[in-house]
């Protein structure tokens, strides 16, 4: 099992930053693929960024791709990170961590295994 608990979330203006952290325990999170997800009201959970379990792979939707950077420590914090710049309203949503069972790193929600809480964004435009 591996519990996830995502932080860092509010309200920011257009073209502000957040850093979002999502923190893990449980089974062994150096060897677990990570991913962010989002959520808007009415819309289906859609893929942000995914990061493989050394850190050394990562993909990005094209919407966020340049403005947001995915991280991780595996050494002490057992954390990842989804840092985000460049905000738009269009990037208003319910922020999500997640988790495979595996190292490989997948866009699909439909592929991982743990889930958090989700954490809100909001831009005002």
């Known amino acids: 099992q591996v519990q996830l608990v995502e932080s860092g979330g509010g309200l920011v203006q257009a073209g502000g930053s957040l850093r979002l952290s999502c923190a893990a325990s449980?089974?062994?999170?150096?060897?677990?693929?990570m991913g962010w997800f989002r959520q808007a009201p009415g819309k289906e959970r859609e893929f942000v960024a995914t990061?493989?379990?050394?850190?050394?792979?990562?993909?990005y939707a094209d919407s966020v791709k340049g403005r947001f950077t995915i991280s991780r420590d595996n050494a002490a914090k057992n954390t990842v990170y989804l840092q985000m710049s460049g905000l738009k309203p269009e990037d208003t949503a319910v922020y999500y961590c997640?988790?495979?069972?595996?190292?490989?790193?997948?866009?699909?929600?439909?592929?991982?295994?743990?889930w958090g809480q989700g954490t809100q964004v909001t831009v005002s435009s």
């Open positions: 997640a988790a495979r069972s595996t190292v490989v790193a997948v866009t699909s929600p439909s592929r991982y295994d743990y």
């Open positions: 449980g089974r062994t999170f150096s060897s677990a693929a």
């Open positions: 990061i493989s379990w050394s850190g050394g792979i990562t993909y």
